[in-house]
């Protein structure tokens, strides 16, 4: 039996890590990819430094804090270059991760509005709110990430909270809003052009992200009438795609499947009944949790 306590820590501290990288990056790939990263900078340490780190859980999620850190810097400039407009990567339910340390808590956090906000702070705003109001870290464990000193962190996290408190409300985990969803599948199925604006705030906004490796909508579309006639349309030029109500960041969503492929996850924010936003992810790249998971179903 290996007794290294660092690799107990690592197994153990996986999820938590993995739960920390996703809602900094929000890319699951990328997050993973953090934490494979930090796991093989404990292991690149000598023996004799590894034995004098008291708690390897704390060097992991600092390492990993600090990787995320410099990936939100090189972000904004990786962006700028992204073709058409960037939504954070959908997740699927907990049957759509392979390695059971991978599933994401799904909460608020994790909803694609509250990872659309965080996208609007800076590198170092994110990193201390989700750390500090997330997670429960101490600001001075988060100074130790950051670089800065804990007084500065508390401001960032304050700084943060006031992006979050400008931005919609989070949306509630009713069954309306499940009903909502369901009527939009229907509406959209039927190419119900009527139907589909009843169930569109008249200022909803949908944003789709292609990645420029599949078709999307370049700019957001935006106002009901709008959204519901490029809906329409594009039903009326894909007839043989299906529609399918399935979870998206723990909340009501759409999948979109084409011969049993998923080519799109749809995810939606709701507000007194109405879709005031949809998020649209095309990007291949951003949908290979969903197709494992239509290859278990």
């Known amino acids: 039996m290996n007794t290294d306590p ?47 780190i008291e708690s390897p859980a704390a060097w992991l999620t600092t390492v990993t804090g600090r990787i995320c850190l410099d990936l939100l810097g090189s972000a904004r400039a990786r962006r700028e270059r992204y073709v058409g407009e960037w939504v954070p ?22 909803s694609m509005a509250f990872l659309v906000v965080l996208e609007s ?22 100074a130790e990430i950051v670089g800065r000193s804990p007084a500065a962190c508390r401001q960032l996290a304050s700084s943060a909270r006031r992006r979050i408190r400008t931005s919609p409300a989070p949306t509630a985990r009713t069954a309306q809003h499940a009903d909502v969803v ?5 509406a959209w199925q039927t190419k119900d052009i009527k139907a589909l604006i009843g169930l569109l705030d008249p200022s909803a906004t949908v944003v789709g992200d292609g990645g420029g490796l599949v078709p999307a909508a370049p700019r957001p579309i935006e106002g009901s009438e709008h959204i519901a006639r490029y809906l329409v349309d594009l039903a009326s030029r894909a007839p043989d795609l299906t529609l399918l109500e399935r979870p998206v960041n ?10 049993g492929t998923t080519v799109m996850v749809a995810a939606f924010h ?11 992810v095309r990007n291949p790249e951003k949908l290979r949790h969903w197709q494992k998971q239509h290859e278990r179903s």
């Open 6 to 52: 660092a690799l107990r820590a690592i197994v153990r501290e996986r999820q938590q890590l993995i739960n920390i990288a996703y809602r900094l990056l929000g890319s699951l790939s990328e997050a993973e990819d953090v934490v494979q990263e930090s796991c093989a900078r404990w292991y690149a340490l000598p023996a004799q430094q590894r034995e004098t």
């Open 89 to 110: 990567e959908p997740l699927p339910d907990r049957s759509g991760l392979d390695d059971p340390a991978d599933r994401i808590t799904l909460d608020e956090s994790v």
């Open 121 to 142: 702070m800076t590198p170092a705003e994110r990193v201390a709110f989700v750390l500090h109001d997330v997670f429960g870290y101490r600001f001075p464990e988060v």
């Open 182 to 186: 369901s009527s939009f599948r229907q």
């Open 250 to 259: 723990g909340h009501p969503g759409l999948v979109t499947q084409h011969h």
């Open 270 to 280: 709701v507000e007194d009944g109405l879709i005031k936003h949809i998020w649209a």
